[in-house]
């Protein structure tokens, strides 16, 4: 296992001397990554697992991510941006990496340069890459539902009765995306499904993309040929309310700063908005809502629910989350300067903490800072 400081996010005179100068530090497990890759493939055994990778692998890091998920077998990537999309090339020479942002008139060149695929998400996008970028290979997007971007089921079908622009279009993917996906019972994704069905028996020679990670579990018939799994890959749980069958992939911790004793009455913090109910011991750590640590995990005046893992034990967040720090009670634990407490990982996992502050696993994910000591697992 070797545990490779990223170049950029450790400082030089912290990898000469050893010597910690970060107060938080961030894990991206790579082994663990793999194995959700391959959980995701066992899952959706008849189809080519693709991955979200936009967001620099939501906040984990691109190249080490994308490295890790190719050796893993992965050979579709999906990145929000065109810029990504380069950045993504740099690190992958043969993949193929599909924009979900689609093409805008003038980008032509720069799709074409680093070999990218747009999602054409309107007959107006389509007819100007044809016009541009001759046979290069497109996929076109359709919207079945969710109401973002994507062709219309009408423009869909003008496109398929348009013979000469679909022959002049090389289309390699057909992709549509679901919006309740997370709640399985939801009466939107049988309808999505029902509508995506009969988009793919238009145009049935194009392979089809439809699932995102917890579409995967809605079933086979969600499948296709190439899913596109984002949050599961990288340890979010894909079935809310059940079992997380994914391995954590990312930890962060805040180390301890300071050990102070309050006395009843005493207030932790901005606002004060914390109240020692008894002479308390409170540990002060170094992360705070510059690191992507979300204010509204700041307790109210008493303890709230958001909790961090130190000592072997949970213990609640108390007063405000600041810029550079927040508080903790650690009363009723062993702690000592310099421990690390888990903000969340494998003690408490990332869809919890993010339930604490009202968000989700994603938020929490792209929101990392970068002032952490970043270490990869491989
Ligand atoms: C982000 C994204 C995904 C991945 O979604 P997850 O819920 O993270 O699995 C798939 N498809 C599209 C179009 C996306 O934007």
Not at 64 to 75: E, I, T
Not at 115 to 132: G, Q
């Amino acid at each position: 296992m070797g545990d490779r400081p990223q170049k950029g996010f450790l400082s030089v005179e912290n990898l000469l001397t050893n010597v910690d100068l970060h107060s938080a530090h961030v894990t991206v497990d790579l082994v663990a990554l793999k194995a959700n890759y391959k959980t995701l493939s066992l899952a959706a055994p008849s189809t080519h697992v693709g991955v979200a990778i936009k967001g620099e692998a939501y906040g984990l890091g691109l190249a080490p991510c994308a490295k890790a998920l190719w050796a893993a077998g992965c050979r579709h990537f999906f990145v929000a941006r065109p810029l990504e999309g380069a950045d993504l090339r740099s690190v992958l020479a043969d993949a193929n990496i599909y924009v979900l942002d689609g093409f805008y008139l003038g980008q032509a060149e720069f799709y074409l340069r680093h070999n990218l695929i747009p999602a054409l998400a309107s007959l107006k996008e389509a007819e100007a890459w044809k016009a541009h970028a001759g046979l290069m290979a497109c996929a076109i997007h359709c919207d079945t539902g969710i109401h973002r971007l994507g062709f219309t089921t009408g423009e869909f079908a003008q496109l398929c009765a348009n013979a000469e622009l679909l022959k002049s279009l090389n289309i390699k993917l057909l992709i549509s995306h679901l919006a309740c996906s997370d709640e399985a019972d939801h009466p939107l994704n049988m309808q999505q499904l029902k509508a995506f069905q009969n988009l793919r028996s238009m145009l049935t020679h194009v392979p089809a993309s439809f699932a995102n990670s917890s579409g995967i579990y809605l079933g086979s018939q969600f499948h296709y040929d190439i899913v596109r799994a984002g949050v599961a890959l990288y340890g979010g749980n894909p079935l809310p309310g059940k079992t997380n069958p994914m391995k954590t992939v990312v930890t962060l911790e805040a180390k301890v700063m300071q050990l102070r004793e309050v006395l009843a009455g005493q207030t932790i913090g901005y606002s004060a908005t914390w109240e020692a109910p008894r002479n308390s011991r409170i540990a002060i750590l170094g992360a705070g809502y510059r690191d992507g640590v979300p204010r509204k995990l700041s307790s109210s005046r008493h303890d709230g629910p958001a909790q961090v893992f130190l000592g072997g034990k949970r213990c609640p967040i108390v007063g405000r989350v600041s810029m550079d720090m927040m508080a903790c009670d650690v009363t009723d634990v062993v702690v000592k300067v310099g421990d690390m407490a888990e903000i969340f990982g494998p003690n408490l996992s990332v869809d919890e903490a993010a339930g604490f502050a009202g968000t989700i696993s994603y938020e929490l994910l792209t929101h990392l800072g970068n002032r952490y000591a970043r270490r990869y697992v491989e």
